[in-house]
């Protein structure tokens, strides 16, 4: 805010354009094997699968991860890290090297049926918030339900088993057939889906061909899908005369007679990108009063988020009424909750398959912000008061000291030596909360009986070093 200390007319820009929440990506794939060469143990980015070969070496027919990586790409996939597993370790000993990966989407293990590994897999899924695509154990359809009910006491929605592997000609054995596990296949076919219909849209069915492949490696008729499907094990199979195609779209807790309200795989995803587009578009949350005012930003810049996916067809419901909702007010946040600098939103929407809402609810922890009066000043040089709580943050910090023409704001500087006399400034120390005047040699001196003011921030929502 300007300061106003005469009469007269006052210029000021003022910001009326909404805080706008970007929608994350949803196809970043990170794949963990084993590689002929090259890097492992670290994430590595490639674009194409030629970007794999120059990094990691040819195809070799004793490691699937280089054919998942290869159906990726032909089946649309644009954005892979690739971890290589190191002499001795296990997938799962791997999976902290996507730690640095921003905004993964989907994880695939190809060619990974352990179900240890494969359940800590699905616990680094929920932590990171992205979607796990797990391969079969076998040409066994009964093996396959089995794992899929192993790896559902996990509790996790976050994966989906799809069956069986594939058969394509290995180019390494001039033509002749080899089996592929369908992970990278079907990660391609999700980015393929989320890029020409939304991510919302159920990967599976006429439009989810499975390019590159000449065929399954178990041919499945219409009682196998059945049987498998109400078992939560989505299903690729071939019609006559027609490419396969993935037929099911079941998440991990998608079996019949489940009671999970994430059953099917695009209304997990549709959840997991809000979730993630709403955390990383409301970071500024932190720097704000928790009030009114930071609420009705909140429910605005949510609730035109929420529109926009509305008018793409991502929910159901004629009017964005029945589609959606958002709150963010003293409903959603108890006394305790402001008390200790917690934002909390909650969002429903009517997915398009089932038609139940699904509530997603959103916290931040907040600073808290003070203002406290300090004064009135002693008078005497280098005064040095003290504040109710620190630590504090730095940023947004402001003094400011009564005078006979009314308030003025003193400068926070990191030294009062070389000052002169009469500049109005002072030192911050953030750790204990200690505030130092100048001496009236370096540095003036608040005049005896001058109110003194603070603005500031505290507590465990400051996200960092108060010093910084």
Same mark, same amino acid.
């Given at each position: 805010?300007?300061?106003? &200390?005469?009469?007269?007319?006052?210029?000021?820009?003022?910001?009326?354009?909404?805080?706008?929440?970007?929608?994350?990506?949803?196809?970043?794939?990170?794949?963990?094997?084993?590689?002929?060469?090259?890097?492992?143990?670290?994430?590595?980015?490639?674009?194409?699968?030629?970007?794999?070969?120059?990094?990691?070496?040819?195809?070799?027919?004793?490691?699937?991860?280089?054919?998942?990586?290869?159906?990726?790409?032909?089946?649309?996939?644009?954005?892979?890290?690739?971890?290589?597993?190191?002499?001795?370790?296990?997938?799962?000993?791997?999976?902290?090297?996507?730690?640095?990966?921003?905004?993964?989407?989907?994880?695939?293990?190809?060619?990974?049926?352990?179900?240890?590994?494969?359940?800590?897999?699905?616990?680094?899924?929920?932590?990171?918030?992205?979607?796990?695509?797990?391969?079969?154990?076998?040409?066994?359809?009964?093996?396959?339900?089995?794992?899929?009910?192993?790896?559902?006491?996990?509790?996790?929605?976050?994966?989906?088993?799809?069956?069986?592997?594939?058969?394509?000609?290995?180019?390494?054995?001039?033509?002749?057939?080899?089996?592929?596990?369908?992970?990278?296949?079907?990660?391609?076919?999700?980015?393929?889906?989320?890029?020409?219909?939304?991510?919302?849209?159920?990967?599976?069915?006429?439009?989810?061909?499975?390019?590159?492949?000449?065929?399954?490696?178990?041919?499945?008729?219409?009682?196998?899908?059945?049987?498998?499907?109400?078992?939560?094990?989505?299903?690729?199979?071939?019609?006559?005369?027609?490419?396969?195609?993935?037929?099911?779209?079941?998440?991990?807790?998608?079996?019949?007679?489940?009671?999970?309200?994430?059953?099917?795989?695009?209304?997990?995803?549709?959840?997991?990108?809000?979730?993630?587009?709403?955390?990383?578009?409301?970071?500024?949350?932190?720097?704000?009063?928790?009030?009114?005012?930071?609420?009705?930003?909140?429910?605005?810049?949510?609730?035109?988020?929420?529109?926009? &996916?509305?008018?793409?067809?991502?929910?159901?419901?004629?009017?964005?009424?029945?589609?959606?909702?958002?709150?963010?007010?003293?409903?959603?946040?108890?006394?305790?909750?402001?008390?200790?600098?917690?934002?909390?939103?909650?969002?429903?929407?009517?997915? &398009?398959?089932?038609?139940?809402?699904?509530?997603?609810?959103?916290?931040?922890?907040?600073?808290?912000?003070?203002?406290?009066?300090?004064?009135?000043?002693?008078?005497?040089?280098?005064?040095?008061?003290?504040?109710?709580?620190?630590?504090?943050?730095?940023?947004?910090?402001?003094?400011?000291?009564?005078?006979?023409?009314?308030?003025?704001?003193?400068?926070?500087?990191?030294?009062?030596?070389?000052?002169?006399?009469?500049?109005?400034?002072?030192?911050?120390?953030?750790?204990?909360?200690?505030?130092?005047?100048?001496?009236?040699?370096?540095?003036?001196?608040?005049?005896?009986?001058?109110?003194?003011?603070?603005?500031?921030?505290?507590?465990?929502? &400051?996200?960092?070093?108060?010093?910084?």
């Amino acid at each position: 805010m300007p300061e106003y &200390l005469a009469p007269g007319v006052y210029v000021e820009e003022v910001s009326f354009r909404a805080k706008s929440i970007e929608g994350v990506s949803t196809s970043t794939t990170g794949f963990i094997g084993s590689v002929p060469g090259g890097p492992t143990g670290e994430a590595i980015r490639i674009r194409s699968f030629a970007d794999y070969e120059k990094t990691f070496g040819a195809l070799d027919p004793d490691r699937d991860l280089g054919y998942a990586v290869q159906q990726y790409f032909i089946n649309g996939g644009a954005r892979a890290w690739i971890v290589g597993i190191p002499e001795g370790s296990s997938p799962d000993e791997c999976l902290s090297a996507l730690d640095s990966v921003p905004q993964l989407a989907l994880l695939c293990l190809p060619g990974e049926t352990d179900p240890g590994i494969l359940t800590a897999a699905l616990r680094y899924a929920e932590q990171r918030s992205t979607f796990l695509i797990v391969d079969p154990p076998g040409p066994d359809p009964g093996a396959a339900a089995s794992l899929v009910r192993e790896l559902a006491r996990a509790g996790s929605a976050n994966g989906a088993l799809y069956f069986p592997r594939l058969r394509l000609s290995d180019q390494l054995e001039s033509g002749k057939e080899r089996t592929c596990p369908p992970s990278g296949s079907v990660a391609g076919i999700y980015a393929r889906t989320d890029l020409s219909r939304g991510v919302f849209r159920a990967p599976a069915g006429s439009e989810a061909m499975v390019l590159g492949v000449k065929d399954v490696e178990t041919r499945l008729d219409h009682d196998d899908v059945s049987r498998l499907q109400a078992a939560g094990v989505n299903c690729i199979r071939v019609l006559p005369d027609e490419l396969p195609r993935v037929w099911g779209a079941r998440t991990l807790r998608g079996a019949n007679g489940g009671d999970s309200e994430f059953k099917y795989v695009p209304v997990r995803r549709l959840a997991l990108f809000i979730e993630n587009s709403l955390y990383r578009g409301t970071q500024w949350v932190v720097f704000e009063p928790n009030e009114e005012p930071l609420w009705a930003q909140l429910r605005l810049a949510t609730s035109a988020f929420l529109h926009r &996916l509305f008018r793409a067809g991502a929910f159901q419901g004629r009017t964005s009424q029945d589609a959606y909702f958002v709150r963010c007010d003293r409903s959603t946040m108890s006394q305790d909750d402001l008390d200790k600098g917690v934002v909390r939103v909650e969002i429903g929407f009517a997915p &398009l398959k089932p038609a139940e809402f699904v509530i997603v609810e959103i916290e931040w922890l907040t600073a808290h912000v003070d203002t406290e009066q300090l004064g009135p000043a002693t008078g005497e040089p280098g005064l040095v008061v003290a504040l109710a709580h620190h630590p504090v943050a730095r940023e947004g910090f402001s003094i400011q000291v009564e005078g006979p023409h009314g308030w003025t704001m003193w400068t926070l500087v990191p030294d009062l030596e070389g000052l002169g006399s009469d500049e109005p400034a002072y030192r911050l120390d953030a750790v204990s909360g200690l505030i130092a005047f100048g001496d009236g040699v370096h540095g003036a001196v608040p005049p005896m009986g001058a109110g003194i003011q603070a603005t500031y921030r505290y507590g465990s929502g &400051l996200g960092g070093n108060p010093e910084q």
